[in-house]
């Protein structure tokens, strides 16, 4: 037995896998060392994250490094073991295998980046993380309206960059188009009442619009896309029940809904301070004239008094 142990002990390979552990422990603790130090000289959330990740990766590559030049003389016999098992492997793990080539193709394609609101599968929320194998987000909506945060992590698969249509709200173009609708009844002054929205409108989005036009102005630059407009427009249309404005104009993906609510303060008081040649439109049945109600009663039925 204690020969056994000697020679196991003498044997240089043994020796070699020492080394390589020794080494890649080495590295893991510095590089660990060095991220925390790091963090805590950087106030910006985003380069902090960045130069994390850049850390970790540098990590991995130092650590696989250390280990090719400790086994660089028992590599090359063991190149058809490797590929043996290297199939195996493949097809044991072809879902990871195309999750790593999900995380290239976002890091190298452009498809998302941290920061940016996306759909991914049935899943809409911010990116908070993307790693080698999934991306987390911070979802939004559900039982939540307003495209606001529910509170949910959700880490999905990278290989869905693959399978389903990545939907990004904030790639080149961080704004959204939406609408707000403002019923009016007929008797209303309809030329206040178009006046008072585009005043509203250009109140609360106008700024945007200053911001969207620029950006616009980069898209049609970059893709074949008509020059679509931006500013704020009202239309109108009218049904059998009263006149509807509608309000479409640019918001941040971030502020839909503040928007819409600064939106609809904005114009309900403008409403109330028109002294009524503004009025809002409701669902209600108007009877313009009553028929007269008559009975008539027999004479058998006044008898008994039926």
Same mark, same amino acid.
């Given at each position: 037995m204690n020969e056994?142990? =000697?020679a196991w002990l003498m044997d240089p390979r043994f020796h070699r896998l020492v080394l390589a552990l020794v080494s890649m422990m080495t590295v893991i603790v510095a590089f660990r060392l060095f991220a925390r130090f790091l963090v805590r000289r950087v106030d910006d959330t985003d380069t902090r994250y960045r130069a994390r990740k850049i850390i970790t990766a540098v990590q991995y590559l130092t650590v696989l490094f250390v280990f090719a030049v400790v086994f660089k003389d028992s590599l090359g016999g063991l190149t058809v073991a490797f %590929? @043996? +098992? %290297?199939a195996g492997v493949a097809f +044991? &793990? #072809?879902? @990871?295998? @195309?999750?790593v080539a999900g995380w290239a +193709?976002? =890091?190298?394609?452009?498809?998302y980046k941290v920061g940016d609101r996306i759909q991914l599968g049935s899943v809409v929320g911010d990116v908070i993380d993307i790693g080698m194998l999934r991306t987390t987000l911070m979802e939004c909506g559900q039982w939540v309206k307003g495209d &606001?945060?529910?509170g949910r992590i959700v880490r999905v698969a990278n290989s869905y960059v693959f399978k389903d249509p990545v939907v990004n709200y904030s790639a080149d173009f961080e704004f959204l188009w939406d609408e707000v609708t403002v019923p009016v009844t007929f008797s209303s002054d309809l030329g206040m009442a178009r006046s008072l929205i585009e005043s509203v409108l250009e109140d609360t989005v106008g700024e945007f619009s200053k911001q969207a036009a620029d950006a616009w102005q980069l898209m049609v630059q970059k893709y074949r896309i008509e020059d679509a407009r931006v500013t704020p427009l009202v239309t109108m249309v009218f049904n059998d029940n009263w006149v509807e404005f509608?309000?479409?104009?640019?918001v941040s993906f971030q502020r839909r809904r503040i928007t819409k609510d600064l939106l609809f303060s904005g114009i309900l008081s403008g409403i109330q301070e028109s002294g009524g040649k503004v009025v809002l439109g409701w669902g209600s049945i108007g009877i313009a004239e009553v028929p007269p109600? #008559?009975?008539?009663l027999s004479s058998d039925q006044s008898a008994t008094g039926e």
């Open positions: 056994t142990m =000697s %590929g @043996v +098992a %290297g +044991a &793990l #072809q879902e @990871v295998i @195309v999750s +193709a976002v =890091s190298f394609g452009s498809y &606001l945060y529910n509608t309000a479409r104009y640019v109600l #008559q009975i008539n």
